[in-house]
């Protein structure tokens, strides 16, 4: 059975860093499949944060590109992610989820069918 | 990019039917669409894609034979037949968008069941 674990810091400040951590048990990342963040602040809906190929291909949000990294280590089985310059906007639940994959004509191949989710872990920004 | 647009809220009685609806933005017609169900304090689970032609690929684990989709127009369409206490939920849409470096995912505000 796959199961995703996230852990990191319940509270951080505003303008730090946010790292989060997702481990994998029941599949080997390195086996395929994309891994990716999806955030959801209390009250409110889904918001997909990227996603991440165990080659380390990666697609981020757009309204987030510019301080967001994920990474992967095939070593730990886990998923990594960073959110610099956090704001009180960014107080959220993270999840982290494995998703299908699916190719189109030019070869690229996309994240869809978020199959397996973790229980997801509230970060809260404030000083 | 795609606008994915969800009523905050829906109840229906036990035994009853329900649909609920996620509209697409226009000139987005062609979307498949991801539905997700998610119970309090829980992440979301797959229900099943959905485009113009009905459900697309299978349903997510476990995901009883009342569910069901269908996809026409702007509009993508989850209907639960004699619903019961356990759907109780929130129901989320969400589709992808862009190709190459431009892609990315977007999903709607959610819809609050109520199962009455």
Not at chain 1, 29 to 58: A, D, F, V
Not at chain 2, 17 to 42: A, E, I
């Amino acid at each position: 059975q796959v199961q995703l674990h996230e852990s990191g810091p319940g509270l951080v400040k505003p303008s730090e860093t946010l790292s989060l951590i997702c481990a994998v048990s029941g599949y080997y990342i390195s086996s395929g499949y994309y891994w990716s963040w999806i955030r959801q602040p209390p009250g409110k809906g889904l918001e997909w944060i990227g996603s991440i190929y165990h080659s380390g291909n990666t697609y981020y949000n757009p309204s987030l590109k510019s301080r967001v990294s994920i990474s992967v280590d095939t070593s730990k089985n886990q998923i990594s992610m960073r959110l610099n310059s956090v704001t009180a906007a960014d107080t959220a639940i993270y999840y982290c989820a494995r998703s299908h994959y699916y190719y189109d004509s030019s070869g690229y191949y996309y994240p869809y069918h978020f199959d397996y989710w973790g229980q997801g872990t509230l970060v809260t920004v404030s000083s | 990019q795609p606008v994915l647009t969800q009523p905050p809220s829906a109840s229906a009685s036990l035994g009853d039917s329900v649909t609920l609806t996620c509209t697409l933005s226009s000139g987005h017609g062609s979307y498949k669409v991801d539905w997700y169900q998610q119970k309090p304090g829980k992440g979301p689970r797959f229900v099943m894609r959905v485009g113009t032609g009905g459900i697309v690929g299978s349903k997510g684990d476990g995901i009883p034979d009342r569910f069901s989709v269908l996809g026409s127009g702007l509009n993508r369409y989850l209907t639960i037949n004699n619903i019961q206490e356990e759907d109780e939920s929130d129901y989320h849409c969400g589709a992808d968008h862009g190709s190459g470096s431009n892609f990315f995912w977007v999903f709607g505000g959610g819809t609050k069941l109520t199962v009455l």
